[in-house]
């Protein structure tokens, strides 16, 4: 991601292009700008000295938008996928999925923290501002609520950085009642206005089969499909006929007590939408074709379309209330999700293969980042403990049990004193002192190779010479 860099807060021109990444490194190893920012927090905000670095010696960055030439509203050439969010006189902020980046301010009494965004414009942007803020849990700075908004570099070696964060999709301010459109291409769906008929019985999509009652929404752990029909807006002339047939067949099914009449005219306001048309005798054989068809039980519903989420049709919800839900929603069940995995980790953790349960272990038995498996240890850190004690205990325990593969010490005096005829009762004593000494029983026992190497040298170096 690229970001547009400052001289420092009073000279709005872009001084050169960086990136996210350099940012973000600068922030937690420091440059030749770490000092300044030392003495700054040294000084306090109420030093003079404090705001001369503050706004004329350090660098600053414009996270929201890049420019052109210079910081103005009037110059944005495109959005960052970035926005950043000022909190001032906190310790600490609250844990979300969304945090991309966060880090202490060159005050030391606040944060800058980052998420990435998808849709980010001047009309949306003080609203997914305010909105961010509430889902996140912080009391951001008012102030800072402008697309041109620069942060001064600041120094923080705890800077927490999570390249798995969530990304917030921004309400589209100009069109609240816009619908998922596949890009480059048009299509017909159901609320282009044209098929509304002030009929609200009428159905377009298959949602409210799993409502019930006045319950606002739905939320699926895994994915479901329903059946939300559409057609592309130009057709092939070999397909006009199939797409048509498709549409109406659906539209049908949704709607199993409609007359033929309603299916003409849902037809011809499909065809006054399509180019190039389909004739009037075309028409007609397609509907005449679906309504047989439907009464035969021989057409199929196409469930065409993935929701985690389902919104009652019959309960009134703005965009933005949707919006709020479908964020919080998907926040909490990444963080679900999340927690089972490591979870899971923990549960069918393999002590012989991985020995004791550690943060950077589970990295890679989670499938999780360093930052995320740190980001929630604090849930998790007591029972690892007692997981790894009782392992730790166990082969304590076990260590001077006898293997399946070991031989006793006894046999093994035994099995030397056949190899080495030579060897005497001073050998034989001296094996069995430090057996006992070191409580070793068996061959695989702790200590016992040690004891074997020196013992097979001694008897090597007493072997009579050959005449």
């Known amino acids: 991601m690229q ?43 109420e030093n003079q000295v404090y705001t ?37 006189d906190v ?4 844990d979300s999925p969304y945090i991309l980046a966060s880090w202490k301010s060159i005050s030391n009494t ?26 996140i849990g912080i009391d951001s700075d008012a102030g800072a609520r402008k697309a041109t908004q620069q942060t001064i570099q600041s120094f923080d070696p705890e800077l927490n950085h999570n390249p798995d964060a969530l990304v917030y999709i921004c309400k589209d301010i100009k069109n609240p009642s816009c619908v998922a459109i596949k890009k480059e291409e048009k299509y017909i769906v159901t609320n282009d206005g044209f098929l509304y008929s002030g009929d609200t019985s009428i159905r377009f999509d298959n949602i409210n089969d799993y409502f019930t009652d006045d319950t606002p929404y739905i939320v699926f752990d895994e994915k479901i499909m329903i059946c939300k029909p559409y057609i592309k807006l130009r057709n092939k002339e070999g ?23 309603w299916l003409t005219s849902i037809a011809n306001s499909v065809n006054e939408k399509m180019y190039p048309k389909l ?42 209330e949707k919006m709020h839900v479908v964020n919080n929603e998907l926040g909490h069940m990444k963080i679900v999700l999340t927690l089972d995995a490591i979870s899971l980790a923990i549960d069918n953790w393999d002590f012989e293969a991985n020995g004791k349960i550690t943060q950077l272990k589970l990295v890679d038995k989670a499938g999780r980042s360093e930052k995320t498996i740190q980001r929630y240890w604090k849930r998790f850190k007591e029972r690892v403990k007692e997981i790894n004690n009782d392992f730790l205990a166990s082969t304590k325990t076990s260590a001077n049990k006898p293997k399946v593969n070991g031989i006793h010490v006894e046999q093994y005096i035994i099995n030397l004193k056949c190899k080495y005829l030579y060897m005497n009762h001073a050998d034989e004593a001296f094996l069995r002192r430090v057996f006992g000494k070191g409580k070793i029983e068996y061959s695989t026992d702790i200590g016992f190779k040690e004891i074997h190497i020196y013992m097979i040298e001694h008897l090597e170096s007493k072997r009579p010479i050959a005449a």
């Open 52 to 88: 001369t670095i503050k706004t004329e010696q350090l660098p600053t960055f414009r996270f929201n938008f890049l420019f052109k030439d210079s910081a103005a509203n009037s110059n944005i050439i495109s959005p960052t996928g970035l926005i950043y969010l000022d909190c001032d």
């Open 3 to 45: 970001i547009t860099q400052y001289a420092s807060t009073k000279k709005p021109q872009v001084e050169k292009i960086t990136t996210l990444e350099s940012v973000l490194n600068i922030i937690k190893n420091g440059d030749d700008n770490q000092r300044l920012i030392e003495a700054a927090r040294l000084l306090g905000k």
């Open 239 to 261: 397909k006009r006929n199939t797409t048509m047939y498709y549409l109406l067949s659906q539209y049908a099914l949704l709607n199993p007590h409609t007359s033929k009449a």
């Open 91 to 94: 310790e600490e902020i609250p």
């Open 279 to 320: 004739s009037a005798r075309e028409i007609k054989s397609v509907v005449t074709s679906i309504y047989d068809g439907r009464a035969k039980g021989i057409l199929k519903l196409h469930f065409n379309e993935e929701r985690r989420i389902l919104f009652n049709p019959n309960v009134q919800m703005t965009f933005k």
């Open 110 to 135: 606040g944060f800058g923290l980052l998420v990435r965004v998808d849709g980010l414009t001047l009309d949306n942007y003080k609203e997914t501002y305010n909105e961010l803020s509430k889902l």
